[in-house]
């Protein structure tokens, strides 16, 4: 046990979970623990608004797969959070949401900022604790730490802001990280069996592969099986796309090669991915998800196994360990589907060509008000590239390593259909909750978690606006 004050025992438990950066606005309710986050290394990057704070944490998170950490003034700073933890919650991104509350002196007399903190985030958290005594500040915060990832998801933090202040013995926790398993060996054992007697499996690589560090299984197994792989929406850095077996990515303005690739399924493994109702939809006017195929779902989340789509095995382990696993039992098994490779793997190559031409001659929409404005262009001095033309001129600029963030709108819906990626870690949408005033500030977090790599921000508005 060491002497010390609350203040100390916050930041340095922030030191021990690796913090070097937190995203806010300073404000009087954490002064006392911000004066000592320079000299132990962390640095408070500002912004102008604490939604802009919560997106460049989750931006951060997702590129370094560490915590991301937002923090800011009791009260309506806090609330200014809420939009960004509900999409980082859809994103289970490991968001540290700290929030500094009203003192406890004077809470439920309706003082200066007084807000109850907890109840704003309890649907969008994974776990949240109020500090309400100090000689437990240390505990506590590190248990938001352990549980953002354990949990895949934001955790909140909540201090009253006395509780900042004081003498305490306290000992600092080290950080506790659980390793994850590949499942239930009989699970196991049932999906391998379903893959061995496939004739045409189709794997979905889903988020879980890019969190859980999955992407070389992913690609390995694809290859034992040559098995095409099609990509959960808003994860098209979950499978490379120039990789033979990619077909690209399911959902609203997919890959309608990915969708008629999928809807030829006798046997789907969905590694690591929810299997969300949104990226299983029909979309350009086909309903291509198999209805009669096996579906092995893979989740760290035994939640979400089965809650969207029928499945026939359910797998509860990590994406990365449970491929591993699933490729150790094939080895002494000779799949049906490498007989028929060649057949598969040329229809794949086919849907493939036959996408990328749509995509190249596919130069604006045609609906009625669309060529109504194009011919009211034409009359018009200069050139205009088209929003398609920009995308595709965009998608054949953009380096190997970028990384690509996108709001919710017209534009950055049908750049779907354009992002490729190289390498995990690339993409970041506002998922699920779709909000606007997501892409420039969580791209920015990104970049300050990876300097190194060029960042492009798809920032538009919900009616369509240009990037």
Known sequence: MARMTPSEAFVETLVANGVTDCF????????????????????????????????MADGYARVSGRHGVCIAQNGPGITNFVTAIAAA?????????????????????????????????ETITKYQVSVVNNTRMAELTARCFD????????????????????DIDCEI????????????????KEAAELLAN??????????????????????????????????????????????????????????????????????????????GPFGTLPQHGMDY??????????????????????????????????????????????????????????LVAA????????????????????????????????NYLHPRQVLRALEEAMPADVMVSTDIGNINSVANSYLRFERPRSFFAPMSFGNCGYALPTIMGAKVAAPERPAVSYAGDGDGACP
């Open 24 to 55: 806010g606005i300073m404000g009087s309710a954490f002064m006392d623990a911000m004066d000592i986050f320079t000299p132990a290394g962390i640095r408070l990057i500002p912004v102008v608004h604490e939604q802009g704070a919560g997106h």
């Open 89 to 121: 919650y859809w994103a289970h991104s490991p968001v540290v949401c700290i929030t500094p509350e009203t003192g406890t002196n004077s809470q439920g007399l309706g003082g200066f900022q007084e807000a109850e903190q907890l109840p704003f985030f």
């Open 147 to 166: 549980r953002a990832m354990l949990e895949n998801g934001p955790t909140q933090l909540n201090i009253p802001r006395d509780n900042f202040y004081g």
């Open 173 to 188: 926790p080290q950080p506790i990280r659980i390793e994850r398993s590949a499942g239930g060996p009989e699970s196991l």
């Open 198 to 275: 496939a004739e045409f499996p189709v794997m979905v690589a889903g988020g879980g592969v890019v969190m859980g560090d999955a992407y070389e299984q992913a690609i390995a197994i694809a290859e034992q099986l040559e098995m095409p792989v099609v990509s959960s929406y808003l994860h098209n850095d979950s499978f490379p796309a120039s990789h033979r077996l990619g077909t690209g990515s399911l959902g609203y303005q997919g890959s309608k090669a990915a969708m008629r690739v999928i809807s030829k399924a006798d046997v789907v493994l969905a590694l690591g991915t929810r299997l």
């Open 289 to 346: 998800w198999p209805k009669d195929a096996k579906i092995i779902q893979v989740d760290c989340n035994a939640k979400m196994l089965g809650l969207v789509k029928k499945i026939s095995v359910g797998i509860h382990g990590d994406a990365k360990a449970t491929a591993n696993a699933l490729m150790d039992l094939l080895k002494d098994k000779s799949p049906k589907c490498l007989e028929n490779k060649e057949e598969r793997l040329k």
């Open 351 to 382: 849907e493939k060509e036959s996408w990328e031409t749509e995509l190249t001659e596919w130069i604006h929409e045609k609906d009625d008000y669309s060529l109504d404005m194009i011919a009211e262009q034409a009359e018009e001095e200069g």
